[in-house]
DNA sequence: TAGTAGAACCG
DNA sequence: CGGTTCTACTA
């Protein structure tokens, strides 16, 4: 192997599902997304509405490694009730809902999402790998009276760091018990030079 | 309150 | 990595 940059492409791995109707299977938007490592599911019933909504509600509790996207064409018809389609599909069922204009956008835009050029993959749910991060966890351990365990046991139990600095001490305690949580917050909110 | 298992820290 | 001190939990 050569040492040229990684092929996009070929790095690509069996994370995007897509589902759709049968009647879409040999439209341009499906052929294009089939070279492109994206799997396609199709579904014959996804036709109807009623029907629809239900495979909906199905996949959202089915998937869970997956975040769920739903694309709806823009057309005069479907512009109509689109309100409806926003707030079953955000407000009730806490999907991302993306209005594309046609079948060559909406390609465009799977593809990009898929592929992920450097950005993150939405089909992927994003998990708390941000707070679980080694450099993280390292920093926490800089806290007196926290090693390895306390800090795992406060990064999953506080949601960001920001929480976590300016956590009052009766917040701590049962996370690290009484000792280590005066310690914390103490270390937080101690001064620098001469005290007050 | 005493004893024990485990965590943090230091050499 | 091993030993010591301190902490948290249970009886």
């Not at 991060?133 to 090693?147: E, I, M, N, Y």
């Amino acid at each position: 192997m050569e040492s040229k940059a990684p092929s996009l492409l070929n790095a690509v791995p069996p994370y995007g599902h897509v589902i759709t109707s049968e009647k879409w299977r040999n439209s341009s938007l499906i052929q294009s997304l089939k070279g492109g490592g994206v799997n396609i599911l199709f579904e014959k019933e996804l036709e109807q509405e009623a029907a629809t909504r239900g495979k909906l509600v199905r996949y959202r509790h089915t998937s869970s490694r997956f975040q769920e996207l739903v694309l709806v064409e823009k057309t005069r018809l479907s512009e109509q009730n689109f309100s409806a389609v926003q707030k079953f599909v955000v407000l009730d069922l806490g999907l991302t809902l993306l209005p594309v204009s046609g079948q060559t956008e909406a390609s465009q835009l799977i593809s990009q999402i898929v592929h992920g050029e450097g950005r993150e993959n939405p089909f992927r749910r994003r998990s708390s790998s941000r707070l679980l991060d080694p450099k993280v966890l390292a920093l926490v351990q800089r806290v007196p009276g926290v090693g390895g365990v306390k800090a795992l046991a406060l990064l999953q139990e506080f949601s960001s760091v920001h929480q976590l600095c300016s956590a009052a001490p009766h917040e701590l305690e049962p996370v690290v018990g009484q000792a280590a949580a005066q310690q914390i917050h103490s270390f937080f909110h101690k001064a620098t030079a001469a005290g007050p």
